[in-house]
């Protein structure tokens, strides 16, 4: 059967704390009455905004400056010294790990509420990976000290941000299954799925734009351009799915998950 069954698979391991993909967390199941186990993460689970209360935004505010960015731009380097905190306040970043060889692997895409540089605010250890804007991007920069004192001051916000970082290592898990595990066209099945929970339209025909170009699909799900170009390829066959340019629109969604689990 011709389903790019680990055809041109890049076997790259998923670096600890890679997500499934959406950083934001948000699964199939939310607004489209469809998804298994691996899709019920909520908005909240990985929303850090999303979790305070109107005060505790306003303080954090308080503590802050805002930013705005072109699509493009690198908000920091794997490898440097975390010297602020980023709040996503509006747009689209992506994360990105470099292995020593050159080869990418995208950890994330974030969206408006999400926060980037927590772990060397909390650990004092270099960046663990690069942040860069996919869209044009308004932010929330805090100075890691100003941060610290801020969650030193709201134990209710470090509490939550807890729950953030543990919803990003159980993505991690979740994806390090997959990366194990799955061939390529369970991954990119899996991929699309998270995807559409966050960027899809489910009013009418169940569609999305990505917002990714495919070299950035393929470095999302860790396989070969060449193998995500043959895996769309087989879904649209299957029927499963129509793509024309990014627009994907998902016409079986058992069918889809069914993969994606296999």
């Known amino acids: 059967m011709p389903d790019a069954r680990d055809d041109n698979v890049r076997n790259v391991p998923p670096p600890p704390g890679a997500g499934v993909g959406v950083g934001a967390g948000v699964g199939v199941g ?4 469809v998804g298994g186990p691996l899709y019920r993460l909520t908005v909240a689970d990985g929303v850090f905004l999303a979790r305070l209360d109107r005060a505790e935004r306003a303080s954090l505010e308080a503590c802050g400056r805002r930013q705005h960015v072109e699509a493009g731009r690198v908000l920091f380097y794997q490898g440097e010294e975390g010297r602020e905190v980023h709040i996503l306040v509006d747009g689209l970043v992506k994360v990105v790990m470099t292995a ?3 080869r990418q692997v995208i950890l994330g895409l974030e969206s408006a509420g999400s926060v980037l540089g927590e772990l060397s605010a909390i650990d004092g250890q270099p960046r663990s990976a690069s942040a860069e ?3 044009p991007a308004d932010l929330l920069v805090i100075p890691v000290e100003e941060f610290r004192a801020f969650l030193q001051h709201q134990p209710r916000v470090a509490t939550e ?8 290592l159980r993505r991690a898990s979740q994806r390090q299954l997959e990366f194990g595990a799955g061939d390529a ?6 991929c699309l799925l998270v995807m559409f929970g966050h960027f899809g ?3 009418g025909e169940p569609s999305m734009s990505l917002p990714i170009a495919q070299q950035e699909l393929a470095d999302l799900t860790g396989l070969s351009r060449e193998a995500v170009v043959k895996g769309l390829r087989r879904l649209r066959q299957l029927g499963w799915v129509e793509a024309t340019g990014r627009t994907i629109v998902i016409r079986d969604f058992p069918s889809l998950e069914a993969r994606a689990l296999s």
Do not use: M
């Not at 939310?30 to 009455?33: D, T």
């Not at 066209?185 to 899996?190: D, E, G, P």
């Open 161 to 168: 941000l807890l729950g953030v970082v543990a919803a990003r």
């Open 201 to 203: 339209n489910d009013r």
């Open 185 to 190: 066209l369970a991954r990119l099945c899996s």
């Open 133 to 135: 804007a996919v869209s």
């Open 100 to 102: 020593a060889s050159g």
């Open 30 to 33: 939310v607004g489209v009455g």
